[in-house]
């Protein structure tokens, strides 16, 4: 998902950049495609995806160099001008993936900058595939081939695909939305695939919770608590070795910088204060008891989620949303993707009202699901219907870009844990 720059150099502008995860056929995570964040346009808007790539080359991205250690692609989009520019050099050449939309050959000196960039080591992809003869220099270049998958019949998919098949590239399912899809899209021969699959329950795979689990989720429902005993708190916090030592190591780091080091659970929660680590505490008991390859990737979205509904309740209190409560619903809103555990099986054990239990388990006519609709939506970039959305919602535009924002900043700072030796 996403950061906000850090540095105190004054060249290094702030800047927030959400990811998407692409997966290949074997849901084995192959790389991210970046877009920035603060503003609620349409894809492929020149001014939205030139100022991703800006953004990136004029400020110090600390979630860039994650995913690089991880060994993962960046999907970066780029305009006519952007590649002309030369702007994906802001990006190391073997994990970079440079997507262009057919428009850009209108432009002189695309195709040999295209060029150029491949012999340089980078890939190219191709976005919103038309089949259209006049883009067959573009196909020839393109190590990749994007195709929305989320508008369109099957046969009419099968028809492109042999399309396809006379380029040598992969192709790259966009808008893929559920684990059905992903496995029809596979089927047809696709090798990279996006969209909200990833974070859609599975029920064939659904299983009940273990004895661990729930000992796990026993715990969050204790420093879930409104008026906790932080000596209780810290004792209970101490037995778990795992935990205890993951926490002493995160607020030891130089993320915090704090001028003394922290030996002990008491002071660290008289530092921290008792809120901020209660939101470490459930992304870490979480992470714990999640099987989930993705698990990562799906806890940084729960908890930008959680985060991003937690300031639209601020921001527009006249919904009357508590917005504690509302935090609690986004953070534990993927919960059954990441243990594979039914959402009826999970709320008995969450520490949430009938109301918001009932909007997890997807019950109609829940006052929470718009909300919990256009955070997905933004989270996946589908910006045209997030906008529709805010319209309906009644919500400040401004304000839901800005909570956006600020949810991604928070997120990253917060899921960086570290891990046991």
């Known amino acids: 998902m996403v950061t906000a720059d850090r ?4 060249q290094a502008a702030t800047v927030s950049l959400a990811r998407l995860p692409v997966f290949d056929d074997k849901r084995r995570l192959w790389g991210y495609e970046l877009f920035r964040v603060g503003g609620v346009t349409a894809p492929g808007d020149s001014a939205n995806t030139e100022s991703a790539a800006t953004s990136l080359a004029k400020s110090a991205y600390i979630g860039l160099q994650n995913m690089l250690d991880r060994g993962k692609k960046i999907v970066l989009d780029f305009t006519a001008k952007g590649l002309l520019d030369d702007l994906p050099y802001v990006l190391p050449p073997v994990s970079a993936v440079v997507k262009v939309d057919e428009t850009v050959l209108a432009t002189p000196d695309v195709v040999p900058s295209l060029k150029r960039l491949k012999t340089d080591g980078f890939l190219v992809a191709v976005d919103g595939f038309t089949g259209s003869p006049d883009s067959d220099p573009l196909y020839r270049i393109a190590d990749i081939i994007s195709i929305a998958v989320d508008a369109k019949r099957r046969d009419d998919l099968t028809t492109i695909m042999e399309f396809t098949r006379r380029y040598d590239a992969l192709s790259m399912a966009t808008g893929v939305q559920d684990p059905a899809w992903f496995e029809a899209c596979r089927e047809m021969g696709f090798s990279l695939y996006s969209g909200a699959f990833f974070k859609t329950p599975d029920v064939i795979k659904l299983r009940k919770m273990s004895p661990a689990e729930v000992s796990r989720f026993r715990l969050l429902r204790l420093f879930e608590m409104q008026e906790p005993d932080i000596d209780v708190m810290a004792e ?31 002071q660290a929660i008289a530092l921290l204060g008792w809120n901020k680590m209660k939101n470490w505490l459930r992304v870490s008991l979480i992470m714990d008891v999640s099987p989930n390859k993705d698990a990562s990737d799906l806890m940084l979205l729960a908890v930008q989620r959680g985060k991003f509904l937690e300031l639209i309740a601020s921001d527009h209190d006249y919904w009357g949303f508590d917005p504690d409560s509302l935090n609690l619903l986004g953070t534990f809103s993927l919960l059954d993707v990441m243990l594979g555990v039914s959402m009826a099986d999970i709320v008995a054990h969450l520490p949430l009202d009938t109301k918001l239990q009932s909007a997890l388990c997807g019950e109609p006519n829940s006052e929470y699901a718009p909300l919990l609709q256009l955070a997905g939506l933004l989270e996946e970039a589908r910006w045209l219907e997030a906008e529709k959305m805010i319209q309906q919602l009644n919500l400040d535009d401004q304000k839901v870009r800005g909570a956006f924002q600020r949810a991604v900043d928070w997120a990253i700072e917060l899921t960086t844990l570290p891990e046991d030796d």
Request: hydrophobic share 40%.
């Open 236 to 266: 209970t916090i101490q037995t778990d070795v795992s935990v205890s030592y993951r926490l002493l190591a995160y607020l030891n780091s130089a993320a915090f910088g704090f001028p003394q080091k922290i030996k002990s659970i008491r």
């Open 7 to 10: 540095s105190s150099a004054p």
